[in-house]
């Protein structure tokens, strides 16, 4: 599974998030590829992704097409959110 975080600027939020994605998938004993970038390169790589994950208020941003799942959290440090999202996402079984 390849997931993609992103934030603004691409330092910041989307380094913390995907900290809490590692530590996500290690509970939940999956494997997958995390990268994070600025939401400017994000756009155009979105599609290379199975999930990318970002704040609400950037996932109008993203225009995808075909299994890329654009995945909006609300508190960007709740890893119990982000399992919840990884559920809803339907991440889950598909590893």
Known sequence: MKILVSCISG????????????NVLKKLNLTASVDHMAIGEAKSAANNYDAVFCSQALVDNFKVSGKTKIVGLKNLLSETEIEEAFNKAG?????
């Open 11 to 22: 330092m910041g939020s989307s380094q913390m998030i995907k900290m809490k994605i590692n």
């Open 91 to 95: 991440l889950i079984q598909g590893e």
